[in-house]
């Protein structure tokens, strides 16, 4: 995901069309940049394996589970802070259960499914 900032001021002085030309070309280049990602990312895997010997391993549950400590530290402490912050993270967790409960269920699963049939590993 790419990122565009701007002075707040400078930004409400742009005119609506203005704010909208700006506002699609960020999505335009984002979704160039999400699509050479993904196009490129599976030939360079390759290539560093067959060229560089690189073995892929999976973390194991407990990488994964500190990685879940360390991470809910980190929340509690954002919580802390304001309950602005508090409000925040509760509409995050909200939206990603939600997003991960569809996720599950569509593109996770039609995935796994596509790449059984067509013998993609």
Same mark, same amino acid.
């Given at each position: 995901?790419?990122? %565009?900032?701007? +002075?707040?001021?400078?930004?409400?002085?742009? &005119? +609506? &069309?203005?704010?909208?030309?700006?506002?699609? $070309?960020?999505?335009?280049? +984002?979704?160039?940049?999400?699509?050479?990602?993904?196009?490129?990312?599976?030939?360079?895997?390759?290539?560093?394996? @067959?060229?560089?010997?690189?073995?892929? @391993?999976?973390?194991?549950?407990?990488?994964?589970?500190?990685?879940?400590?360390?991470?809910?530290?980190?929340?509690?402490? /954002?919580?802390?802070?304001?309950?602005? /912050?508090?409000?925040?993270? $509760? &509409?995050?967790?909200?939206? @990603?259960?939600?997003?991960?409960?569809?996720?599950?269920?569509?593109?996770?699963?039609? %995935? &796994?499914? @596509?790449?059984?049939?067509?013998?993609?590993?």
């Amino acid at each position: 995901m790419l990122a %565009l900032g701007m +002075n707040k001021s400078w930004w409400e002085g742009l &005119s +609506n &069309s203005d704010q909208l030309i700006i506002k699609a $070309a960020a999505h335009q280049e +984002n979704d160039v940049m999400m699509s050479e990602y993904n196009a490129k990312n599976g030939f360079y895997l390759e290539k560093l394996i @067959r060229e560089q010997g690189v073995q892929l @391993r999976r973390f194991n549950n407990d990488v994964y589970d500190a990685f879940g400590e360390a991470a809910e530290e980190v929340f509690v402490e /954002a919580r802390a802070h304001s309950n602005l /912050a508090e409000r925040i993270h $509760a &509409s995050f967790v909200k939206t @990603r259960q939600e997003v991960g409960s569809w996720m599950n269920i569509s593109d996770q699963e039609y %995935l &796994s499914q @596509r790449n059984r049939v067509l013998g993609v590993s």
